[in-house]
């Protein structure tokens, strides 16, 4: 198929993208305790030289004492955590590329490392890292309150040191997205209760203090998904009643982009329709979505950390669902990864040129 669609122009206030490629954001864990190295900025220049729309960073850090679980994964507050941010950003722009650095909190997600441990208490909703599993002590109100001026302040920073947009990280079972999962937000104040919307408080308080900081006319992106780490059949919405009353306060609140995580772009949200995530959410709600999911391979994500590689696979069903507007923006991740040069192949028709992903490339920054 045609790849014209892919490579048309985007624009959202004043985010304008020169195409429909999104790097999605993918951990790497290369920036010695917090702080982003010269090699971080080559690595996200080299996608900017190379025709991606759209850069969003790993994960990083705000302002609590534990929203990281690894020493070597970058932090957005701090003088010379945010000095190398301005690097990295003037790093893309030089090179003609937009980004946006994705504001993170890990929550009750442990440290793999046996020989660090953050230096502060894990944050999270009740105490609970999944269902039944305690692991710490709940939030305070301050500690809530403290949590959600962070991630304004890290997001006032973004703009500040020029970044084009921002993505805060509500998914995969880290933080906010802890406070929707009922299964460990056992609240009864709040910050809790029985339903989505309920426990989406925490989430739109959030994006009010972004907007706050950042103005009306930046983007703002959040990041969600159905699934968890901890489960990777959880549903959050069963219906999509239930997805539209989820995502209607936040798109109140200030969402702009919805980023919808899911681990193969191609599968179905609910019976009765081929609609995907992010197809859903944007019948429903209006707004830009973007698309992830083992686009451009054979695999998914999760089986790369088990030693699985991935072929290169056609983006035909990508592409006619792209066309039809069932979304509006396509995020990569391992292929791109692991090839800097991957959009420009694909934009090319140089297929026989893409890369197979191989684990060893999640060590490397190529």
Known sequence: MSTDHLFSPFKVKSLTLKNRIVMAPMTRSFSPDGVATQAVADYYRRRAEHDVGLIVSEGTGVARPASLNDRNVPRFH?????????????????????????????????????????????????????????????????????????????????????????????????????????????????????????????????????????????????????????????????????????????????????????????EPEYEGSDLNFAGWAKKLIGKPTITVGSVGLSGEFIAAFGGESSQPATLDRLLERLDRGEFDLVAVGRALLQDPEWATKVKQGRNDELKPFERQAMGVLY
């Open 78 to 266: 701090g003088d010379a955590e945010l000095a190398a941010w301005k690097t990295v950003i003037d790093e893309v722009h030089a090179a003609g590329g937009v980004m946006a650095p994705q504001i993170w909190h890990v929550g009750a997600v442990r440290t793999r490392d046996p020989d660090w441990t953050p230096p502060g208490a894990y944050d999270s909703p009740s105490g609970y890292s999944s269902p039944g599993h305690q692991f710490g002590e709940a939030m305070t109100d301050a500690e809530v309150a403290d949590t959600i001026a962070a991630f304004g302040k890290a997001a006032g920073a973004a703009k500040a040191l020029g970044f084009d947009s921002v993505e805060l990280h509500g998914a995969h079972g880290y933080l906010i997205d802890q406070f929707f999962w009922g299964g460990v937000n056992l609240r009864d104040d709040h910050w809790g209760g029985k339903t989505l919307p309920e426990r989406s408080r925490f989430a739109v308080e959030i994006l009010k203090a972004v907007r706050a900081e950042v103005g009306e006319d930046f983007p703002v992106i959040i990041r969600l998904s159905q699934w968890k780490q901890q489960d990777f059949t959880h549903k959050l919405a069963e219906t999509p009643a239930e997805m539209e009353a989820w995502l209607r306060p936040l798109a109140d609140a200030g969402a702009d982009i919805f980023h919808c995580s899911q681990r193969r772009f191609w």
